[in-house]
């Protein structure tokens, strides 16, 4: 990258950690591009900016510590990342769910995520001391998400703790499709 390579020249950064700072770059720019194209496709199902970022943060910090399905390259995990929050978004546009229902997929979801998580990745197997640590990691996250979903569910802030059970529905979605790929790689 030429501005990682001019920082060196100007000896803003140390040639050793050049790999470092070209691998961060990237990632940031990654990044990014998640965001904006999360926030366009928001405005394609007429949500305002805070919801689309709000589903999509929510639903990366539990899909981080959960883990849960993995595609095989990195342009198949961003097309079906896209795909899943497209979906988010249609059934946030197009459905209205009432709180029992939104109770029992949000309480599913968090049981599903507790009972299977954190899952390994293919391309990285967890440690026993990194699933430990994940665990809690996810339940404390579940734990914060289940307290914001039942205080908007009583003060029937609808956009909010519907986007809450959609952001932990999915993430629950992608570990059990995790517990399918992992049968599915056993048995071959």
Same mark, same amino acid.
């Given at each position: =990258?030429?501005?990682?390579?001019?920082?060196?020249?100007?000896?803003?950064?140390?040639?050793?950690?050049?790999?470092? =700072?070209?691998?961060?770059? !990237?990632?940031?720019?990654?990044?990014?591009?998640?965001?904006?194209?999360?926030?366009?496709?928001?405005?394609? *199902?007429?949500?305002? $900016?805070?919801? /689309?970022?709000?589903?999509?943060?929510?639903?990366?910090?539990? !899909?981080? *510590?959960?883990?849960?399905?993995?595609?095989?390259?990195?342009?198949? @995990?961003?097309?079906?990342?896209?795909?899943?929050?497209? %979906?988010?978004?249609?059934?946030?546009?197009?459905?209205?769910?009432?709180?029992?229902?939104? @109770?029992?997929?949000?309480?599913?979801?968090?049981?599903? $995520?507790?009972?299977? /998580?954190?899952?390994?990745?293919?391309?990285? !197997?967890?440690?026993?001391?990194?699933?430990?640590?994940?665990?809690?990691?996810?339940? @404390?996250?579940?734990?914060?998400? /289940?307290?914001?979903?039942?205080?908007? =569910? @009583?003060?029937?802030?609808? !956009?909010?703790?519907? %986007? /809450?059970? %959609?952001?932990? %529905? *999915?993430?629950?979605? =992608?570990?059990?499709?995790?517990?399918?790929?992992?049968?599915?790689?056993?048995?071959?």
């Amino acid at each position: =990258m030429k501005i990682i390579e001019k920082m060196v020249q100007q000896d803003i950064i140390q040639k050793e950690n050049k790999e470092w =700072m070209e691998f961060g770059l !990237r990632q940031a720019v990654h990044i990014m591009g998640n965001w904006c194209l999360v926030i366009c496709i928001g405005l394609l *199902f007429k949500l305002e $900016i805070w919801q /689309s970022l709000f589903f999509y943060f929510s639903y990366c910090i539990v !899909r981080i *510590f959960a883990g849960g399905y993995h595609a095989k390259t990195r342009p198949g @995990c961003y097309i079906c990342s896209m795909i899943c929050i497209a %979906l988010a978004f249609l059934i946030y546009q197009q459905i209205t769910i009432n709180k029992i229902v939104c @109770c029992l997929l949000y309480m599913i979801a968090v049981i599903t $995520i507790i009972c299977y /998580s954190p899952m390994d990745n293919p391309n990285k !197997r967890l440690s026993v001391v990194e699933k430990v640590h994940y665990r809690k990691i996810v339940r @404390c996250v579940l734990l914060l998400y /289940s307290l914001l979903f039942a205080g908007t =569910m @009583c003060i029937s802030f609808y !956009r909010m703790y519907v %986007l /809450s059970l %959609l952001a932990v %529905l *999915f993430a629950g979605i =992608m570990v059990f499709a995790g517990l399918l790929q992992e049968k599915i790689s056993i048995h071959r």
